[in-house]
C-alpha cells in the first residue's frame, strides 16, 4: 500500500482564529520529512488532522489513494500509522514494560504474547534503556519519558510515523540516536514525517524540508541554501550565517548581535564581515 501523504485545499480554524490556510502540500513515501515553523504556527495542528484526532478542517487528507475521513483503523490489511505527539500525561504508575506494551495493542488485542514481550526487550535494548523497564513511568525523568514514549511508537512497527518534535528534553546522545533510527526506518521503507526545531538538525538528518508560515507550508525543495536562510531569517527574526557540515547545510545564528534586528532590516548579509566584526 502506498504510505505518501497528500494534503489538498486543507483549512482549520480554532473559532476565528485561522490556523491553515489553504494548505497544499505532498509529503512523498520512503523518505524523512521534515517541518520547521514558529511555536503556534501549527505544525501540531497538522499532525492531528493527518492522524485523524482532529475532523473540523475543510479540503482533504489522502494517505496514499484513501481520504483520510474513509480510513478505518484496525483492519487486518491497513496501514499503521504511530503518532508520537508532544503531550502525554499519565498520573497512574504504569510500569514501563506495560507503557510500550500499549503500543502493540493492535497485535495483542490487549491479551500480550511472548513476541509482543519480545519486541518490547528490543526496542528497550536498541536505547539502552533496559535497566528502567520495571520502573514506574510516572518516575522516570523527562527525557526516560520522551525515550519510553518513542519505543511505544517505535514497537508499533509503523508504515506511517509522525514525529512532533521526538528530540523534546533529550541529551545530544539520544538526539542523534533517534534521529538515526528515524533514518534506518525511512530506510526501512517507513515514510516518517518530523516536526523539529532545530534546523541543523533538519538538514542532517532530513531528505525533504518544510516550513510552516503564515498558516501554509511551504515546500523548500529546489531552493539555494542562501534563499533558505532568508526565509529562515524572516521567520525566526533573526540574523542567521549558511555553512556547510559534512556537505549538510547549517543555519547559525550571528551572535554578538545587539544589532540582530537592524541586520535583517537593512538586510546587510555579507556573513564574512560580520564574523570579523564579531571576533575579539
Ligand atoms: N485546543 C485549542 N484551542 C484553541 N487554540 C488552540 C488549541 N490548540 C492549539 N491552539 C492554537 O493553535 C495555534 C497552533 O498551535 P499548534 O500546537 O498547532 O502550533 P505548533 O506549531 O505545533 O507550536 P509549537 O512549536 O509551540 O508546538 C496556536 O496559536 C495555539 O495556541
Known amino acids: 500500500m502506498n504510505n505518501s501523504i497528500h494534503i489538498k485545499n486543507l483549512s482549520f480554524a480554532y473559532g476565528k482564529d485561522i490556523i491553515l490556510n489553504d494548505v497544499n502540500m505532498s509529503f512523498p513515501e520512503g523518505k524523512l520529512s521534515v517541518i520547521l515553523g514558529r511555536n503556534g504556527s501549527g ?17 482533504s487528507v489522502l494517505i496514499g489513494e484513501t481520504d483520510r475521513r474513509d480510513w478505518k483503523v484496525g483492519r487486518a490489511n491497513s496501514l499503521k500509522l504511530g503518532f508520537l505527539n508532544q503531550f502525554h500525561q499519565t498520573t497512574f504508575p504504569f510500569s514501563v514494560v506495560d507503557v510500550i506494551l500499549t503500543g502493540r495493542a493492535s497485535f495483542s488485542r490487549f491479551s500480550p504474547s511472548k513476541e509482543d514481550f519480545e519486541a518490547v526487550e528490543q526496542i528497550l535494548d536498541r536505547f539502552n534503556l533496559t ?27 509503523p508504515d506511517l510515523l509522525l514525529l512532533d518534535e521526538p528530540t523534546n528534553h533529550l541529551d545530544l546522545n539520544y538526539q542523534i540516536a533517534v534521529l538515526q533510527t528515524a533514518k534506518e526506518l525511512v530506510k526501512e521503507g517507513t515514510t516518517v514525517l518530523c516536526v523539529m526545531h532545530d534546523p541543523n538538525m533538519a538538514y542532517f538528518f532530513g531528505d525533504q524540508f518544510y516550513l510552516m508560515k503564515d498558516n501554509r507550508l511551504v515546500d523548500l525543495h529546489g ?58
Open 223 to 280: 531552493l539555494e541554501q542562501e534563499q533558505v536562510r532568508e526565509l529562515l531569517e524572516q521567520t525566526y527574526q533573526l540574523p542567521l550565517i549558511s555553512l556547510e557540515n559534512q556537505k549538510k547545510w547549517m543555519f547559525v545564528p550571528m551572535l554578538g548581535a545587539d544589532r540582530a534586528f537592524d541586520t535583517i532590516a537593512g538586510s546587510a548579509h555579507n556573513a564574512e564581515t560580520k564574523i570579523e566584526m564579531n571576533t575579539p
Open 131 to 157: 535497566h528502567l523497564k520495571d520502573k514506574p513511568y510516572t518516575s522516570l525523568s523527562g527525557g526516560e519519558r520522551q525515550l519510553v514514549l518513542l519505543c511505544r511508537v517505535l514497537v508499533q512497527q
Open 43 to 59: 505544525k501540531s495542528t497538522l499532525f492531528n488532522i493527518i492522524a485523524g484526532l482532529e475532523k473540523k478542517y475543510n479540503g
